[in-house]
């Protein structure tokens, strides 16, 4: 018997009894640090950019000055891309520490910066080439029906998105691995997440999809909500990994703790 998604809420509720301030106050500095990080690299971005058009590299090369300007946007991405990768590694350590009772602090979410960080960015890194790499074929389609027929395919970019998904819930358990196993290679802790989704896709799916009633609610509060939404979804989604892990690695003991964990779980 597996552990529903409900029980998983429910147990996200209590693991977080008590550490709403420090998961709050932890997302508010990275929001910080994120609007810092923006800000800095768009600065920099609007500077060379002026820089370029004072000294008319547009007029002498508009090739040239086009790269430029691509290369720019290639920096400022993949900085975000690394900013997200670290703070994300430390922000998700943070809720798999909570789920397992474990005590933490706001200083938390550095983790990445002080542990070979490197190693979190190359996975964000890869698991983003993957998914590139599954839905290609299907952008490469809606190019070539804009070419010939001078408009593409909605249904064919749409699917596109299908495999991407299929890739996101296959190796979603990644950087859990990757956390609670500092030695272990990239590449093993996709294999590992490999593993461990194989027959818990669709089930990790519907726990996303479960969260769907509380966008309206960080709208309307404009975004507000957010700082109370956004920590119940990660810790659940920690008590996932971690029945997940517990189901494979018990088998069918760890069936009969699941009984025992929900009967606690339910009297509480």
């Known amino acids: 018997m597996k552990t529903t998604y409900k029980i998983m809420k429910l147990r996200a509720r209590q693991s977080l009894q008590g550490h709403y301030g420090t998961v709050v106050g932890s997302q508010i500095l990275i929001g910080v640090f994120s609007m810092v990080f923006v800000f800095v690299f768009y600065a920099a971005a609007a500077f060379f950019l002026f820089l370029g058009t004072m000294l008319g590299f547009g007029e002498r090369s508009r090739f040239f000055y086009a790269i430029g300007l691509f290369g720019l946007v290639a920096v400022i991405y993949f900085g975000m891309v690394i900013f997200s990768s670290l703070f994300g590694a430390g922000y998700t350590r943070m809720f798999l520490e909570i789920a397992q009772a474990r005590p933490v602090d706001v200083g938390d979410v550095f983790y990445a910066f002080k542990n070979r960080g490197i190693r979190f960015v190359g996975l964000v890194l890869l698991q983003f080439l993957i998914q590139i790499a599954v839905g290609l074929p299907f952008g490469m389609i809606d190019i070539a029906l804009t070419l010939t027929r001078g408009y593409g395919n909605p249904l064919v970019f749409l699917l ?109």
């Open 160 to 268: 596109g998105y299908v495999p991407a998904l299929w890739v996101l819930l296959q190796y979603s358990q990644a950087m859990c691995l990757m956390i609670e196993n500092p030695d272990r290679k990239i590449v093993e802790c996709l294999r590992g997440s490999r593993r461990m989704m194989q027959g818990n896709k669709f089930r990790l799916f519907l726990l996303w999809m479960s969260f769907l009633g509380w966008i309206p609610l960080i709208y309307l509060s404009m975004g507000i909500g957010a700082l109370w939404v956004m920590p119940y979804m990660l810790c659940t989604l920690a008590h996932f990994y971690l029945s997940v892990r517990m189901e494979q690695q018990y088998g069918e003991y760890g069936e009969f703790e699941e009984r025992d964990n929900e009967e606690w779980t339910n009297e509480l």
